[in-house]
């Protein structure tokens, strides 16, 4: 199917009765309008759907794997449903996949509501939060920010901040927040940004999968290399998050784990305020654990404090 091109589907009982394609609705639509009104065999509704490619895409787009495109299943999924729900963290990754699936959805006849899903984790960089809301409003698409029931800064008080072996953060402030949030709806399929290219393990995952608190799943750009993605937001004249300036690894979520300790000491110049409260926090537990560990060591955040430097309250 080339970009730009239409194509309609029709469907039965989730198989495909036919399918044509053009380079314009009319010509798609004619091909089905016949068969597309009711089942030859006993006079049932037949369910009829179409979609365009869209006409901006990366050179990766032609070149999908064979059991991803082959049959154009993963579009059919989206065309399927009602609403489409997007993670966005803010990141080039999700930026490109929202944009993405915005194109898709444009496309899609009769068309599915489609989201910015964002999860404020209570602990993420404040500048953040302001550029997903920016673009967001940038690119047309509506936002949705859930946030977890209590507080990062709460629970850490409770349970002592995460460590790799005890990441309650990822549950607690992200995938909780989408999963209750999620419970409220039908006929929903969840878009994220992930790529192949991003790790090992990643390298093998399937673009669709059913994910255990979240339902379906669709990585729509899973293909897409770090330069396509660059270069499609660059074509888009997209902007990018402020916090990759500063070489941040990621900024929703600064509970410690896995962050190095040239971030905390760049944190510290860019948003003094929201440093210090992480400062506040790590004074603040009983059990007198550093916030964060590098190269295998406890490193205490005050350590970077000056002595006339104080902290503010939580």
């Given at each position: 199917m080339l970009a730009g091109s239409c194509l309609v589907v029709a469907q039965m009982g989730g198989v495909t009765l036919g399918q044509g394609e053009g380079n314009n609705w009319a010509f798609c639509w004619t091909t089905f309008r016949q068969n597309a009104t009711s089942s030859p065999i006993d006079g049932s509704l037949i369910q009829v759907y179409s979609y365009?490619?869209?006409?901006?895409?990366?050179?990766?787009?032609?070149?999908?794997?064979?059991?991803?495109?082959?049959?154009?299943?993963?579009?059919?999924?989206?065309?399927?449903?009602?609403?489409?729900?997007?993670?966005?963290?803010?990141?080039?990754?999700?930026?490109?996949?929202?944009?993405?699936?915005?194109?898709?959805?444009?496309g899609i006849e009769p068309k599915p509501s489609l989201v910015?899903?964002?999860?404020?984790?209570?602990?993420?960089?404040?500048?953040?939060?302001?550029?997903?809301?920016?673009?967001?409003?940038?690119?047309?698409?509506?936002?949705?920010?859930?946030?977890p029931e209590?507080?990062?800064?709460?629970?850490?008080?409770?349970?002592?901040?995460?460590?790799?072996?005890?990441r309650w953060c990822c549950f607690h402030l992200k995938i909780k927040p989408l999963?209750?949030?999620?419970?409220?709806?039908?006929?929903?399929?969840?878009?994220?940004?992930?790529?192949?290219?991003?790790?090992?393990?990643?390298?093998?995952?399937?673009?669709?999968?059913?994910?255990p608190h979240f339902g379906l799943v669709i990585h729509p750009i899973i293909e897409w290399t770090q330069e396509q993605v660059d270069a499609y937001l660059e074509s888009l004249g997209l902007p990018l998050n402020p916090a990759y300036e500063f070489g941040f690894s990621s900024w929703e979520c600064w509970c410690g784990v896995f962050k190095r300790k040239s971030e905390f000491e760049q944190l510290k110049k860019v948003d003094p305020k929201f440093f210090a409260k992480l400062v506040k926090l790590?004074?603040?537990?009983?059990?007198?654990?550093?916030?964060?560990?590098?190269?295998?060591?406890?490193?205490?955040?005050?350590?970077?404090?000056?002595?006339?430097e104080e902290v503010c309250e939580i």
């Open positions: 365009r490619r869209p006409t901006k895409l990366p050179d990766c787009y032609e070149h999908e794997r064979e059991e991803d495109m082959e049959d154009n299943g993963w579009l059919r999924l989206l065309a399927n449903a009602r609403q489409i729900f997007v993670l966005f963290s803010g990141g080039k990754d999700s930026c490109a996949a929202l944009a993405y699936s915005k194109e898709l959805v444009e910015a899903l964002h999860v404020d984790t209570t602990v993420s960089l404040p500048t953040s939060e302001d550029f997903v809301k920016e673009f967001c409003t940038q690119l047309g698409v509506p936002l949705k920010t859930v946030k209590t507080d990062y800064f709460t629970l850490a008080l409770k349970w002592g901040v995460p460590r790799p072996r005890a999963k209750d949030y999620l419970k409220g709806f039908s006929n929903y399929v969840v878009l994220d940004g992930m790529r192949r290219e991003e790790s090992r393990k990643r390298s093998s995952y399937p673009r669709t999968y059913e994910h790590e004074d603040s537990l009983t059990s007198g654990y550093a916030y964060a560990y590098f190269n295998g060591k406890p490193f205490y955040l005050r350590e970077l404090l000056e002595e006339k």
